[in-house]
Nanobody, 128 residues
Framework: QVQLVESGGGPVQPGGSLRLSCAASGFTLGYYTIGWFRQAPGKEREEISCISSSDGSLAYADSVKGRFTISRDNAKNTVYLQMNSLKPEDTAIYYC?????????????????????WGQGTQVTVSS
């Protein structure tokens, strides 16, 4: 069974840090592009970062660039999102995603990739 499971969310003060994990099962994560998304209440889902298959190229949305870092540990079949300098506007449910059903195509710039497999999400709450 192909699954993604997020973890690492929780409450944090402004300026603090969290590291989110996206653990894959049922497939070898290193062969797939992985994206991180977030959705705050009443707002549209936002793609914030991704890491491509093959060469592992990274991309970030302007809203998180310079504060968040995506990385991949193929031995653990896990992708991470290190979040620093957190702001109240970062409060959201964070999801990871991949493409495991359709053709596993590659693009160097992975923002906008056609994901079809999603985790359940982990809540991040930034407040003082």
């Amino acid at each position: 069974q192909v699954q993604l499971v997020e973890s690492g969310g929780g409450p944090v003060q402004p300026g603090g840090s969290l590291r989110l994990s996206c653990a894959a099962s049922g497939f070898t994560l290193g062969y797939y592009t992985i994206g991180w998304f977030r959705q705050a209440p009443g707002k549209e889902r936002e793609e914030i970062s991704c890491i491509s298959s093959s060469d592992g190229s990274l991309a970030y949305a302007d809203s998180v660039k310079g504060r968040f870092t995506i990385s991949r540990d193929n031995a653990k079949n896990t992708v991470y999102l290190q979040m620093n300098s957190l702001k109240p506007e970062d409060t959201a449910i964070y999801y990871c995603a991949t493409r495991s059903k359709g053709w596993n195509y590659y693009i160097r710039i992975c923002l906008g990739y056609a994901y079809d497999t999603w985790g359940q999400g982990t809540q991040v709450t930034v407040s003082s």
